[in-house]
């Protein structure tokens, strides 16, 4: 069994760290509004750090998940942060969804103080993450993979390495590419079957079984039919993982026509007031009058 730091307990990490500690390993969590870490520590039997230093004081393994590039370079990088403060030979990984540079620059941060560093992003969703069913791409050295394995299955359906630190975030961003076109393509198809007054449930049921089945299609479109988009994943959380896509696309040329214009298209439901509504909403911007 492991000692354990986790950092960042919101809708993903409060569930990965909880399945850390029902797994038996030993876990200290700290949040920025620290009633969440009290609250966890009081579900699972942690312990609830009242900084940083705290937390990472005794951890072989710290691990974070926070929301963006500029979150990881304070937790990381400020004085009262993770590499000022964590042990020699801890391995740091992360699975907030951010840029393949952060990554980079945070490992050669990390190495400058003996330390490793995986970026270990992650898919799957809130109902993945507290189920303990998350897909985990990572970016790191085999031999620090290879060591922190048994403790990411505490919470993976998929684990893999993918190459050198900044991988797994490209790979995420494949990912996110992938779902962005997917999800402006379920929800035109919908829109349109509403438009032409055909009982809607009934043509996703026999499409479903055909080619046009999809992860999405599976788990998105009856909230969709019913324009309920009070879960999941947030449409402010898509905006910052297409904006790291596009801008990573300019630096390798690759072309990403649709998922720029479904950049342009969630800007639209933002300002439909639904920042924080899921990803599906997309549909709701072609329903509006
Ligand atoms: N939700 C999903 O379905 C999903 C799926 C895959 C990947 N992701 C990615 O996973 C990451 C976390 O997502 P989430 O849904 O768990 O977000 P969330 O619920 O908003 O939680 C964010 C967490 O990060 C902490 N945090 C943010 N900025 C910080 C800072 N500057 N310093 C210290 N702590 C900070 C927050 O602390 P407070 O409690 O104090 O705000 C909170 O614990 C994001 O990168 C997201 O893109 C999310």
Redesign the pocket.
Known sequence: MAQIAF????????PMAGHLSKAGHSVSVW???SK?AQQWANEYGGAAADSIAEAVSQAEIILT????D??LR??YESPEGIIAHAPSSAILID????SAGVAEALAKSANHRGLSFIDA??????Q??EKGQLTIMCGGAQEHFDAVRPVLECYARALTLMGAVGSGQKT?MVNQIAIAGLVQGLSEALHFAEQAELDVRKVVDVISKGAAQSWQMENRSGTMIDGEFEH???VD?MR??LGICLDEARRNGSKLPVAALVDQFYGDVQDMGGNRWDTSSLIERLRKK
């Not at 699975?95 to 951010?98: D, L």
């Open positions: 950092i960042g307990l919101g809708v993903m990490g409060y949040n920025r509004t969440t998940c926070v929301g963006a500029k979150d304070e937790v699975h907030t969804t951010a992003p992650v898919s799957g969703g809130q993945g993450a995420k999941g994943f947030a959380w910052k993982d």
